[in-house]
């Protein structure tokens, strides 16, 4: 189970480094594929500027995958949890968009599968936890 949730985290950041990357880089596809029109350079500062805590985001998870750390993978679920939370409030605000509903889907499903990754983790450390007193005593 722990291999399982070290792919799992690895995918997050993967997922967390090329949303940084194309913020960074290639802002103007962002813009394009939400429907957001960045009309000006600052619209397009203010895309990339996503970047930096997205690539900081990928290195903690990262972290957190190698050390099989649950506590540290909470911000990552978190972002997850915030991201989707925010696309109800845009979905109700705005109306129904079939974009706005893969994205939501999508968001809410790396919010669960980061939940079970933190449960295997915590799970994990705690049966450690224990197998180390019973050696111990």
Do not use: H
């Amino acid at each position: 189970m722990i291999r399982f949730a070290q792919i799992i985290s690895t995918i997050f950041v993967f997922i967390f480094t090329s949303a940084a990357i194309a913020c960074i880089f290639f802002p103007g596809s962002i813009s394009e594929a939400s429907g957001f029109n960045a009309v000006s350079d600052y619209g397009l500062t203010n895309v990339r500027t996503l970047g930096a805590p997205l690539l900081m985001l990928a290195v903690v998870t990262a972290i957190g995958t190698f050390r099989r750390d649950w506590i540290i993978l909470v911000p990552a679920s978190l972002y997850f949890l915030f991201n989707g939370l925010t696309r109800v409030l845009s979905l109700l605000q705005e109306q129904y968009d079939p974009i706005m509903i893969r994205g939501l889907i999508l968001t809410f499903v790396l919010f669960s599968l980061s939940l079970v990754v933190i449960y295997i983790f915590r799970k994990s450390k705690t049966n450690l936890k224990q197998t180390n007193q019973l050696v111990s005593a």
